[in-house]
């Protein structure tokens, strides 16, 4: 354990907290130099083995995420077009998918028409492990090109649960107020329960925390995280 991790460890308290005093710790022991992230960790309980267990969406943030973007379309023709008038940042078909074939990977984000999906499915085994592949229901396949780009500008946060039953998530930096964080950090949590597998039985939520990159995590209240879709 490192010094400083020590000494933000010792700031916390062992019990758990309330979504906006948790942002306020996490804001407060943040020690890197750089622009840390503020990340989500949420444990369910359901067995993403069995498909109708499987948890996953999408949500556009409130306040984004603070991180940049560089946007993948694959696209043809007019399309195409459309994907470059939109502002992605790459365009193309066979000749992007023989680039990340050949190993490059600069952007963080791939969206793709329906009628690109058989070639774009052939890279599943590079971009599935991560979490790169466009799906239908994050929207990330569709012919509404402008929409989908500017979404993910706007702050769109893809989020599914891995085969621990763990949710990853980043709900924005730790420079954003403690406003925009709590924002944020409503939305996707909000969106998590509201996503619960008909067929999962038991307790859904069994622990959450929050973090900054470098930070040690701050556990959240789970009465208070279920409170979002009660009232």
Not at 31 to 50: N, T, Y
Not at 123 to 148: E, W, Y
Request: glycine share 10%; proline share 3%; net charge positive.
């Amino acid at each position: 354990m490192g010094k400083k991790f020590a000494m933000a460890l010792a700031k916390i308290e062992l019990r758990v907290h309330g979504l906006r005093e948790a942002i306020e710790i996490v804001k407060s022991s943040a020690f890197a130099k750089f622009h840390e992230s503020v990340d989500l960790v949420v444990r369910l309980g359901v067995d993403p083995k069995h498909s109708d267990q499987m948890v996953r969406g999408s949500v556009v943030l409130p306040h984004g995420t603070g991180r940049s973007v560089k946007i993948l379309v694959f696209a043809k023709g007019e399309k195409a077009k459309e994907a470059a008038s939109a502002g992605a940042d790459y365009v193309g078909a066979e000749d992007m998918a023989e680039k990340i074939g050949q190993g490059w990977m600069d952007f963080s984000q791939v969206v793709a028409t329906p009628d690109l999906m058989a070639m774009v499915g052939k890279l599943g085994k590079i971009l599935g492990p991560r979490g790169l592949m466009p799906n239908p229901k994050s929207g990330t396949v569709t012919f509404d090109l402008n929409k989908a780009i500017r979404e993910i500008r706007q702050g769109k946060v893809d989020y599914k649960v891995e085969k621990a039953g763990i949710i990853h998530a980043c709900v924005g930096r730790v420079s954003f107020t403690v406003d925009q964080l709590h924002e944020n950090l409503n939305v996707i949590l909000e969106s998590i329960i509201r996503a619960k597998p008909v067929s999962a039985k038991g307790q859904y939520l069994k622990s959450a925390s929050l973090s900054s990159t470098m930070g040690p995590a701050v556990k959240l209240d789970l009465a208070t995280i279920s409170a979002l879709v009660e009232s």
